[in-house]
């Protein structure tokens, strides 16, 4: 069974990078029958916040993409501890006592001398003595995992395709701070075992952690940690890049609010994120089972994929005149029925604008100073209204008959004595919206002046 994952760390909203690789992960989940897990990586006391969480929770509920379980790290540190101590037992992890200013000298040196920056594990170097001395005097230490460097790192990545690493060009990672606090790569590799997660599918930031993490795999199961020897397939996506280069702030980091302030159908960001950066077009698709079932990673490019805010609007417009008025109907103005909302949705990208467009059905509406010709016009066709079963039809031919005018000369002196504009939503509709009575009654206004 497919088992995937999002997992963000609680430490900001999400942005819209996040949310596709959310997104991206629920499809994938969904496509194959499996589950979605919802992994709440708050390993980091300092910076994690629960309104983050909340927020978090907030913006997928928002979005539609409802985890199948919800999983919180800080609640399986002991798990965690386990799995290190396996480590510790085959020898995989050692402490480290370097402090931050000296690996940064460490690293400069390497730079200066053109080597890549890579730990040069003097701390394993350190004789039991050393160790005892540093323990004995209160030094606590930091842990580092133990890369193999005779085991080559490679994988098929599900959008990079055949990946390799070799493991002596990296740095062995920290995977522990001194006060004990976990840093992000090992609880996941735990996680992601303990988990049964079948597909790792994150941003391609994520490469070179993943080549380690791919050790911490075969050195945790060789442990004995973990009933599952299965390695996950991972899939790196492109990164998300905005029209100019960079994701605005607006809609790089401020989760869900910002789309949906602007008036964002959640199922035009669905749209939109589902298909951008793949081979396949970017279309108004409101079914979402249907963004499902042509989800396929072989389609995913490797370049990065552009969010145009343009875009995001056109899809946006496009998914509005879709929507039903059951799914909008707690967003509009009171009164505005099933025949309101289709009059209206056509004319509209935002659902908010449907309040100002419903405004000339409700009334009151000032309609402008008509010429005297206008004004008999408009009298007359006071007195031709009838009501039938398409009055703005039967209104409009009997004043072509009757008066000769056509075109505009028939229309807008209407719309305009109808509406107070002079453009708008279908007269057809609008006006049996308005209803016989108050239609009139705008006609005569109108030619009274
Ligand atoms: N918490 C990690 C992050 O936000 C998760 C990465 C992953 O998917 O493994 O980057």
């Known amino acids: 069974m497919t088992v995937t994952r999002f997992a963000p760390s609680p430490t900001g909203r999400l942005h819209v990078g996040n949310i596709r690789t959310a997104l991206h992960n629920w499809m994938l989940a969904r496509k194959a029958g499996g589950r ?125 395709g055949p990946q390799k690493f070799d493991p002596s060009q990296l740095s062995d990672p920290v995977v522990r701070r001194a006060d004990g606090s976990w840093l992000y790569m090992l609880p996941s590799a735990v996680d992601d075992i303990r988990m049964g997660i079948t597909h790792v599918l994150r941003g391609e930031d994520h490469v070179s952690n993943t080549a380690s993490q791919i050790q911490m795999f075969t050195a945790l199961h060789a442990a004995g940690f973990g009933a599952a020897n299965a390695m996950p397939m991972f899939a790196h996506e492109a990164l998300l890049v905005g029209s100019e280069g960079k994701l605005s702030k607006r809609f790089g980091s401020l989760g869900c609010d910002a789309f949906r302030e602007r008036g964002i159908e959640p199922a035009a960001l669905i749209a939109l994120l589902a298909r951008l950066g793949t081979s396949l077009p970017v279309e108004p698709i409101a079914q979402r089972s249907m963004l499902v079932e042509t989800f396929d990673l072989a389609t995913f490019g490797r370049a990065p994929a552009r969010f145009d805010e343009a875009e995001l609007e056109r899809l946006n417009a496009a998914i509005v005149h879709q929507l039903e008025h059951a799914e909008v109907a707690d967003r509009l103005p009171a009164g505005m029925d099933e025949a309101g909302w289709h009059a209206i949705r056509p004319n509209i990208a935002h659902v908010g604008e449907a309040a100002h467009w419903w405004r000339l059905v409700t009334g009151p509406i000032a309609a402008p100073a008509f010429d005297a010709d206008d004004r008999a016009y408009l009298a007359h066709a006071a007195d031709l209204l009838t009501w039938g079963d398409d009055p703005w039809h039967a209104l409009t031919a009997a004043l072509k008959q009757t008066t000769g005018r056509k075109g505009k000369q028939l229309f807008l002196p209407l719309r305009q004595a109808l509406t107070g504009m002079d453009h708008g939503p279908e007269m057809a509709q609008l006006l049996g919206l308005i209803g016989a009575e108050e239609a009139r009654a705008r006609l005569r206004n109108a030619a009274e002046g």
């Open 36 to 160: 979605f897990l919802l992994r709440i990586d708050d390993t980091d006391a300092a910076r994690s916040r629960e309104e983050y969480v909340t927020a978090i929770r907030a913006d997928l509920a928002w979005l539609g993409i409802v985890p199948d379980g919800e999983e919180r790290q800080s609640e399986r540190l002991h798990i965690y501890e386990e799995a290190f101590e396996a480590l510790r037992a085959a020898g995989r992890v050692y402490p480290c006592w370097e402090t931050a200013h000296e690996l940064e000298l460490k690293r400069k040196i390497a730079l200066g001398r053109g080597l890549p920056p890579v730990y040069d594990r003097a701390a394993l170097a350190l004789s039991a003595e050393d160790r005892a001395a540093k323990e004995a005097a209160g030094d606590r230490p930091h842990w580092r995992f133990l890369l193999n460097h005779e085991e080559p790192i490679a994988w098929q990545d599900g959008v990079r």
